[in-house]
C-alpha cells in the first residue's frame, strides 16, 4: 500500500497529555516535534520542576487510584499503591516514554514563547532558543493546573501570604510550625495541605476558609477504592445523578455532622473533593471553619462573618487560571471566567489544524483523558476521520455547554468539567460517525502537509 505525505504537527508540552499525544502520532508515522520548557517529563507531576509549573507538594498522592489513571496500553505497575505517590507517578511517565521510545522526539529545555498563523494558516512556532520552525497542526498540551489564580484581597498583610503552587511541605518554602495558619479553599490541593497543616504539632491555630461548603467524598467504599465503581452505560444520566447522591449521603452523612459547613448544592453538582484524613482532622477538632476573606489588615484577617482573627500565614488553594502565554490571538485563549468553547473539549469551529489536549476537568481521572483525544486526532491527520460540520459542531457545544450549567454550580472551576466515561462513549461514536464521512470523501487529508519537511 502507497504511503503518503503526512501533515507535520507540533506539540507543546511533555506532561502526561504531550507525551501520549507524542506517542500516538509515533505510531501513525505522523512527523512532530514535542517542545518540553523543562529538563525532564512531566510537566505537573515533577516535584519543583525547574520551569515553576509544578503544582506538586512532598506529600502528594493522587487522588485517582491506580485502576483508573494508567494508560491503555502500559498498566501502572502492580506493586503501587491503590493511590501512588507523586514521585512514582513522574516515574512511570518517564518508564512510558522510554518503553514507547519517543524520547528522542522530545525537545527538552525548549520554550515555545510564540505560536501563531500565518496568511496561509500555517503555524509558525517560535522558542526561547531562538528555533523558529514551521508546522501544519498545532497540539496544546501544556496543562492547566500551573497559572495561579490569586484572589485580590483588600487592605495589606503583614504576614505571608501564598498560593498552593508553592507550597512544598510545613518546612517549605517557610517554617509553619507555631504559625497561625489560614487555608483558603477546599478543592482537593486545600483538603490535603488543611490535613497536613491543622495538627498541632504544626499550626499554634488553624482555620480553613471558604465561601461554600463542600462534600468531601470517600477514597474507599467497603475497603474497595471508590472510583473503580461505574454507572452501567445503560443508565439514563439524571437517574446515576440521583443514584450516586444518595449514596453519599448515605454512606458519608451530612458535612455538618463533622462540624464542616453546610454546602449550598448537592453531591457531585461540582468537581469532586475526596479525602480520608480530613474529615478525621475536622472531627477532631484541629479546624476552624470560617467564612471568605473580606479583608487584610496588618497581622489581621477579617472574615465575612464578621470575625477577626490574627494569622501569620495565609495560604491560597483557589486554583488556577488557563493560560496560553504562547498565544497572542485572543480568539484562542480563554475570556476572565476561563471560559473557551471547544468541540469535544479540545477543537475550535474555523480552525481546522489546532487541538487542545488535556483541557479538561474530567471525572475520576485526567491522566488518560488526552489519550483518548488522541485517538481521533490521529485518525484525522490520516484522513481517517472528517469533522462534522461547523453548525454542527457549534450546536452540540451548546448541548454539552447547558448540560454541563445544569449539573454544576456557576464557577469559574466548572467550566471544563466532564465525566470521563460518558465522554470517552461519545468520542468513540463520533469517531466511527467521522470515519464514515472520511470514507464518503474518499479519505482525503483534512490538512494537507506543506509544512517544510525538517532534513
Request: charged share 25%.
Amino acid at each position: 500500500m502507497e504511503t503518503r505525505e503526512l501533515p507535520r504537527v507540533c506539540v507543546i508540552g511533555a506532561g502526561p497529555s504531550g507525551i501520549t499525544a507524542a506517542k500516538r502520532l509515533a505510531e501513525y508515522g505522523i512527523p512532530f516535534d514535542c517542545y518540553e520548557a523543562s529538563d525532564q517529563i512531566g510537566g505537573n507531576w515533577y516535584f519543583k520542576n525547574p520551569n515553576g509549573m509544578s503544582a506538586c507538594y512532598q506529600s502528594l498522592h493522587i487522588d485517582t487510584s491506580k485502576f483508573r489513571l494508567a494508560f491503555e496500553d502500559f498498566p501502572a505497575p502492580e506493586e503501587w499503591p491503590d493511590f501512588p505517590h507523586h514521585t512514582q507517578l513522574h516515574q512511570y511517565f518517564k518508564d512510558y516514554v522510554e518503553h514507547f521510545g519517543i524520547g528522542d522526539r522530545i525537545i527538552l529545555n525548549t520554550k515555545v514563547i510564540d505560536a501563531k498563523r500565518d496568511a496561509e494558516g500555517l503555524w509558525q512556532i517560535t522558542t526561547d532558543t531562538g528555533r523558529t520552525e514551521t508546522y501544519d497542526v498545532l497540539l496544546v498540551c501544556n496543562g492547566h493546573h500551573w497559572d495561579p489564580r490569586m484572589p485580590d484581597y483588600p487592605g495589606e498583610f503583614d504576614g505571608v501570604l501564598m498560593h498552593s503552587h508553592s507550597y512544598n511541605d510545613p518546612f517549605d518554602p517557610i517554617d509553619m510550625r507555631g504559625k497561625r495558619i489560614v487555608v483558603v479553599g477546599m478543592g482537593n490541593s486545600g483538603l490535603d495541605i488543611a490535613s497536613e497543616l491543622s495538627q498541632r504539632f504544626i499550626a499554634s491555630k488553624f482555620y480553613l476558609s471558604a465561601r461554600r461548603g463542600v462534600w468531601v467524598l470517600p477514597k474507599y467504599v467497603n475497603g474497595k477504592v471508590g472510583d473503580k465503581a461505574a454507572m452501567p452505560s445503560w443508565m439514563p444520566k439524571k437517574l446515576g445523578l440521583k443514584l450516586k447522591q444518595r449514596f453519599v449521603v448515605k454512606n458519608r452523612g451530612y458535612m455538618e455532622d463533622y462540624g464542616l459547613p453546610k454546602p449550598d448544592h448537592l453531591p457531585f453538582e461540582a468537581h469532586p473533593s475526596a479525602s480520608e484524613e480530613f474529615l478525621h482532622r475536622a472531627g477532631c477538632g484541629d479546624i476552624t471553619f470560617k467564612p471568605a476573606i473580606t479583608r487584610l489588615d496588618g497581622d489581621k484577617v477579617h472574615f465575612a462573618d464578621g470575625s477577626v482573627e490574627k494569622v501569620d500565614v495565609v495560604v491560597c488553594a483557589t486554583g488556577y487560571h488557563i493560560s496560553f502565554p504562547f498565544f497572542s490571538d485572543p480568539e484562542l485563549t480563554p475570556d476572565e471566567r476561563n471560559m473557551i468553547p471547544l468541540y469535544r473539549h479540545m477543537i475550535k469551529p474555523g480552525v481546522p489544524n489546532l487541538f487542545y489536549l488535556g483541557l479538561a476537568q474530567p471525572m475520576p481521572t485526567l491522566v488518560n483523558f488526552a489519550e483518548q483525544q488522541s485517538k481521533l486526532v490521529a485518525a484525522y491527520l490520516t484522513g481517517n476521520y472528517h469533522l462534522p460540520s461547523q453548525p454542527e459542531m457549534v450546536e452540540e457545544m451548546r448541548v454539552k455547554e447547558q448540560e454541563r450549567s445544569g449539573q454544576y454550580y456557576d464557577s469559574p472551576r466548572h467550566t471544563i468539567q466532564t465525566e470521563f466515561e460518558p465522554y470517552v462513549r461519545d468520542l468513540k461514536r463520533e469517531i466511527e460517525r467521522g470515519a464514515k464521512r472520511a470514507a464518503a470523501q474518499g479519505h482525503s487529508l483534512p490538512v494537507s502537509p506543506r509544512a517544510s519537511v525538517k532534513v
